[in-house]
Nanobody, 119 residues
């Protein structure tokens, strides 16, 4: 069991940057591959990025590749999503997820954090 709490969302102009954080409870954080997903109004939740348990391997959706970077600090039980060159279409609620594989979500979700990009 793991509890996830996201932070770092907000309002930013197109071309700007934000860094999201996801703090996990429990002593088993390093046993989970972690991911970020997002859901825009009227759309289904979609995969954004994945990082392996050790942090040595990452995987991105084509729409964010080259602009977003996922990382983790297992000593701090935290996963991050650095978002650069933000676009209007990146506007969504961003969710942290634990336990998934590839673009498939695992069982554990955070409550989400809103990212709004103004054009």
């Amino acid at each position: 069991q793991v509890t996830l709490v996201e932070s770092g969302g907000g309002l930013v102009q197109a071309g700007g940057s934000l860094r999201l954080s996801c703090a996990a409870s429990g002593r088993t954080f390093s046993s989970y591959a972690m991911g970020w997903f997002r859901q825009a109004p009227g759309k289904e939740r979609e995969f954004v990025a994945r990082i392996s348990r050790s942090g040595s391997s990452t995987y991105y959706a084509n729409s964010v590749k080259g602009r977003f970077t996922i990382s983790r600090d297992n000593a701090k039980n935290t996963v991050y999503l650095q978002m650069n060159s933000l676009k209007f279409e990146d506007t969504a609620v961003y969710y942290c997820n634990a336990g998934g594989v590839g673009a498939v979500a695992g069982d554990y979700w955070g409550q989400g954090t809103q990212v709004t990009v103004s054009s």
